[in-house]
């Protein structure tokens, strides 16, 4: 396996960044120094290096590389900063991250400034933690993190290293900081830390200078200087920013009158104006926040020679591939963001991250003379003493050292492994249930290793495995109601397709699989653990895949363990027993695989966090006592009081996967951690649900959309689509395949003669009443043309069912008109004159309308809008159908081999009004002599049908748009970003 680059010093020069390599001592480094190019993001070795200056102040230290963020015009560098050491497997070191610094590549001026920010504080948290200048760090800087065990890897920490340089001589000039001591010019210059909340919001300015340039951005001074360039430069590029991005004015840095200045403002400058994908950048800042905040959240695990993607059966010690190419790409979290680097062949630079938890524990087992019983004479629990016992010499004196009279004792270590997919990743009500392909919400793989301490050969290491997520059904959970009803959606069919894809994907790659589904048999989640059972049974009926079936085990957690009696899953144990002695676990002796496990147990509840968790630790406790046993050591994990590390172990677990999928730790965490449940600990729960409650409705939406675009599932068009209405989409699913079953579906319903042929079918967007144009909420529809009539269909599309129709035969169409159609003046987007389009359809209803409502019953409802049936139209009475065209496209990033793009709204509505008409044309024809005799021949010419105007102007949007809805919507967004 190629070295991967383990430190680096991260340099500032003219034409770009450069990333070299800090030798070992006594050993060369494990890359080659390569350059990020400012303009182009190019990555590309170094043509020459220069090995006789000494490091130069604007140079930055980082452990590893994230992955390059690219929003719009700007692009960042990630890069890991601090990390932690928090196991250690096989004598190769495990971490977890601890802070990320962005780096902008838009000039030398911005990226020295913000390297220089970082440095300066990494040394101000390095003064802070040796108990140096302790008044200048905030208490929340350490965030309560555990001890920090930088290991140096051998390198030599010395500032003499040999820097490199492109064929351009690197000029960077050593740049002293002063510290402002006084009060005024403090609160002046760090306003964007004081004042955040009403600076970035209430500011018609919008984003402060000072706080772009904590960013790294330009300043406007920068910008009119470049401005003054291009007219003066008829070759420069010219850019025009819009009203909605001036930048409140502030010192520039000096080097912003060179050459590298004229970069940074025209980047700057790219980065005002909205970008192709809608970027705007007003939330530029925001999407930078999020990313640091996001990877620094100690969530984030990497190690340098173990692929900690694989389970311990699955290791391939011999393979010499890139780690990358060996990491499990289910688990590859930044795999997106490092594509750069794969594409531009610096593997040395490519380093996997996984999504998770690491823990570990050591403890020492012994027994008493003239006795079977086996007990913890010690153990381990801070990450610095589980490294230490991992050594002999350390093993050594923990074995000595027992003072009770023990005749053998023997030292083993635990080590916990949690790997979250990327399949279907997201955040709580935001991402459940299941996708088109099969992956579920909040699917987690967590592996149990039992080894001897010293990790020695010739001893047994045991693997045990066991998965969590989603009930793999489609089904949907509001954020905004305190205990949300699970909504099912989606026909029985296509339920049934998503569940057997599946398990067959589970089936694949664990072999057997035994269900156990903790959610409630009364109440709010019955429907959907009867459905979950039923699709089992189903899918058990029909073969299963490839003959292999599936077991379930219902177990009604929150009824058996009434009363907070959690040590009734027992029961369950018991039931799941013989499963779990009949596939095991795997074994491993030497480099021999002595044994392997041949299925796993699937756990869940709503959300696979709290009831999940609790049955996790009970089903690895259960398994490492029968391990120990196989060692002839009995031991008893429940009862006895110093196990109390496995409990806090699993309960770390449970927290941390708790954290990354609802925003706080688990509930129930007093009984994974004592194996008691108290009135404290209820109440401490009933605190962590009123705090998910907050984030559900207040964070997740934007972290969401920010997740989605890191995994290269959407394109930055979904910072637009958030900024419109503070919401963000499901990418997982299919919309274009939703919406074209919801057409086949109004096919099949409405259309009532078998004669009539189907000319066209589109889903739109319409006002919530017929016969308005600006009625909200707006919501899809389906319209269909035939060679006689336009069928109007209201679709429920949580049960892909036809709500409503009406029928309008096209001999009773008097007139089309398409154009502008603004119905909100809230957003930039929402003001677009080009994308926001539409149509309006004048016809004459019949006597009596054909409006007819699905009321789930054997009556069908003929009336329109809520109109009793008796109700005939009056003769002159004219009424209009309104029409606005969806987005062509989502921000879901498209795959290789999608279809084309769709056309764009204007094209569309056009096409659809001259279909209309064309079809009409033709059936006026058709019934040519039917028509003579209706005495209505002026209005039966249907070429002139059509018009091009604005149905409701930008100006007419802006005078219905009511002060409430600027003030919800502004609400919305000063809370929700």
């Known amino acids: 396996m190629a070295p991967l680059v383990r430190r680096m010093l991260i340099i500032a020069a003219v034409d770009g ?61 990630v890069s890991i900063t601090r990390r932690e050491q928090v196991a250690q497997i096989r004598g190769k070191p495990i971490y977890v991250i601890i802070d990320v610094a962005l780096i902008p590549l838009s000039s030398k001026a911005d990226a020295e400034t913000a390297i220089t920010q970082t440095s300066n504080s990494l040394k101000q948290r390095t003064k802070a933690k040796n108990g140096e200048d302790n008044g200048d760090v905030s208490s929340d800087e350490e965030d309560g993190a555990s001890t920090v065990l930088e290991e140096d890897d051998g390198h030599d920490k010395s500032p003499a290293t040999p820097q490199t340089e492109s064929e351009q001589t690197l000029a960077v000039p050593d740049v002293k900081h002063k510290r402002r001591t006084s009060v005024a010019e403090d609160v002046i210059n760090r306003k964007g830390q004081y004042g955040r909340f009403a600076e970035r919001w209430f500011s018609k300015k919008g984003w402060s200078a000072d706080g772009r340039r904590k960013l790294g951005m330009s300043s406007e001074e920068d910008l009119t200087k470049k401005q003054e360039r291009q007219a003066v430069e008829p070759s420069s590029l010219s850019l025009q920013p819009t009203k909605e991005d001036t930048i409140a004015d502030t010192d520039s840095p000096s080097s912003s009158k060179t050459q590298d200045g004229s970069r940074a403002a025209e980047a700057v400058q790219q980065n005002l104006t909205a970008s192709a994908d809608g970027v705007t950048e007003s939330l530029t800042p925001k999407i930078v926040r999020t990313t640091k905040m996001f990877f620094s959240s100690k969530s984030f695990f990497f190690s340098y020679d173990y692929d900690i993607s694989q389970s311990l059966a699955r290791q391939d010690v011999r393979s010499t591939v890139p780690l990358y190419k060996k990491f499990e790409p289910s688990f590859f979290w930044n795999h997106h963001l490092i594509l750069p680097f794969i594409e531009a062949g610096q593997q040395s630079y490519v380093l996997p991250l996984l999504q998770g938890f690491v823990g570990q524990r050591a403890f020492t087992v012994g027994a008493s003379a003239g006795t079977s019983e086996a007990k913890i004479v010690d153990a381990a629990e801070k990450p610095e003493e589980v490294l230490d016992a991992q050594s002999e010499d350390k093993n050594s004196d923990m074995t000595s050292s027992a003072s009770d009279g023990s005749s053998d004792q023997k030292g083993y270590l635990l080590t916990l492994i949690s790997r979250r997919s990327t399949g279907r990743a997201g955040l709580r009500y935001l991402r459940r249930g299941v996708d088109d392909k099969g992956n579920v919400a909040n699917s987690v793989e967590t592996e149990q290793i039992l080894s001897s301490s010293s990790w020695d050969p010739d001893q047994k290491t045991y693997s045990f495995i066991q998965i969590r997520g989603s009930i793999p059904l489609f089904f949907s959970q509001t954020p905004y109601s305190f205990k949300p009803i699970p909504v099912l959606f989606s026909s029985p069919e296509t339920n049934r397709a998503a569940f057997k894809q599946h398990f067959a994907k589970v089936i694949a790659r664990y072999g057997a699989v035994e269900v156990a589904s903790l959610v409630d048999k009364h109440g709010t989640e019955a429907r959907i653990g009867e459905e979950y059972e039923k699709q089992a049974s189903v899918f058990n009926d029909n073969g299963g895949v490839n003959n292999t079936k599936i077991g379930f085990e219902w177990f009604d957690f929150h009824s058996v363990c009434r009363g907070m009696k959690f040590e009734n899953v027992s029961i369950l144990m018991d039931a799941l027993g013989p499963f779990l002695s009949a596939n095991g676990w795997a074994v491993q002796q030497g480099e021999k695989l002595v044994h392997t496990q041949s299925g796993v147990l699937r756990t869940n509840c709503m959300d696979c966090l709290d009831r999940t968790n609790v049955v996790q630790s009970a089903t690895a406790r259960s398994v490492l006592e029968q391990q120990l046993a196989d060692q002839s050591i009995k031991i008893d994990l429940q009862n006895d009081p110093t196990t109390s590390w496995f409990n806090t172990l699993w309960a770390d677990n449970g927290d941390a996967i708790s954290r990354q999928y609802a925003g706080t730790a688990a509930l129930k965490g007093d009984f994974t951690r004592t194996r008691k449940r108290n009135a404290l600990g ?39 689509e958030f900024e419109t209405d503070m919401m963000s989409q499901d990418y997982a699913l299919d919309i274009n395949r939703i919406r074209q079953n919801a057409i086949d579906t109004c096919v ?138 969806l987005p062509p496209k989502s921000s879901a990033a498209q795959s290789q081999g999608q279809e084309e793009k769709p056309m764009i709204e204007k094209d569309l509505v056009q096409h659809i009004c001259e279909e209309i008409q064309r079809v009409a044309l033709v059936a006026e024809k058709r019934d040519a002599v039917t028509a003579e005799n209706t005495g209505e021949e002026g209005e039966g010419q249907k070429s002139g049908l059509l018009e091009e105007k604005d149905i409701l102007s930008l100006a007419e949007a802006k005078k219905s748009t009511g002060y409430l809805e600027h003030l919800g919507y502004s609400l919305k967004k000063l809370v929700w970003t």
């Open 17 to 77: 960044l450069i990333l070299q390599p800090v030798a070992q001592r006594n050993h060369a480094p494990s890359g080659s120094s390569i350059k990020i190019d400012y303009k182009s993001n190019t990555i590309s070795p170094l043509l020459r290096e220069r090995k006789d200056e000494d490091p130069r102040p604007s140079t930055l230290e980082a452990h590893g590389i994230v992955g390059l963020l690219t929003v719009a015009s700007s692009s960042y560098l």
């Open 748 to 885: 099949k319903i409405v259309l009532e003669d078998p004669g009539e042929d189907l000319v066209g079918g589109w889903t739109l967007s319409c006002p919530h009443e017929s016969n308005t144009l600006r009625t909200m909420p707006f919501e899809e529809c389906v319209l269909l043309l035939t060679d006689v009539a336009l069928y109007f269909c209201r679709f429920d599309w949580s049960t892909e069912k036809v709500g409503s129709f009406e029928r309008v035969e096209l001999d009773r169409v008097r007139g089309i008109c398409y154009g502008t159609y603004i119905t909100f003046t809230l957003a930039p987007a929402h003001m677009d004159e080009k994308n926001n389009v539409g149509f309006v359809i004048r016809y004459k209803p019949q006597g009596e309308a054909l409006v007819r409502t699905n009321t789930r019953s054997m009556q069908n409802e003929k009336a329109p809008d809520g109109e009793k049936s008796s109700k005939k139209a009056t003769k002159d009475e004219m009424r209009i159908l309104a029409f606005k065209a």
């Open 682 to 720: 209820a109440l401490t729960d009933f605190s962590l649900t009123l705090n998910r409650y907050y984030n559900n409705i207040f964070g997740d939406y934007f972290t969401q959309a920010c997740i989605d675009y890191y995994l290269g599932n959407a394109t930055t068009a979904v910072f637009r």
